[in-house]
């Protein structure tokens, strides 16, 4: 999806994982562990890189090959912390139109209580 991509990237370093990948839908899971702030909580910008990572991987899957999805504007509101585990993401199209998208992201603990909500806007470049 990303041919010039660096071979390490920021999703690399936070432990990323997709589960899903879709213009729709795409999810993914990040383990807290390496990834919180010095009091021991999963730091409000790793959620936000997650969130922003799953949002920008489905706008780009709906913006096709020779088009790029570029972030606009991301806003995350956190709702509870984590010590431990792993957060899941879920990314959904709110709308996926010729030059921008926008997606909500859903975070959750493993015990599925919603971590942070967060809205990522995309425009769309190219081709």
């Known amino acids: 999806m990303y041919p010039d991509a660096p071979e390490v990237t ?11 990948i879709s213009a729709e839908r ?11 702030q010095p009091a021991g909580l999963l730091h409000g910008g790793s959620s936000a890189v997650l969130a922003e990572t799953l949002a920008s991987v489905a706008a780009q899957v709906h913006a096709g090959e020779g088009r790029q999805a570029v972030g606009l504007d ?8 984590v010590r431990s585990g792993t957060v899941t993401g879920v990314a959904t199209a709110i709308h996926r139109g ?18 942070c909500t967060a809205r990522l806007t995309c425009m769309i470049i190219g081709g």
């Not at 920021?10 to 899903?20: A, M, P």
């Not at 991301?74 to 912390?81: M, Q, S």
């Not at 010729?98 to 971590?115: F, K, M, Q």
């Open 10 to 20: 920021v999703i690399d370093k936070l432990g990323i994982e997709f589960t899903e």
């Open 26 to 36: 795409t999810a993914g899971r990040m383990p807290v562990e390496g990834n919180t």
């Open 74 to 81: 991301l806003n995350a509101t956190h709702h509870r912390g």
């Open 98 to 115: 010729r030059s921008t998208a926008a997606y909500e992201v859903v975070i959750t603990d493993e015990d599925g209580r919603r971590v």
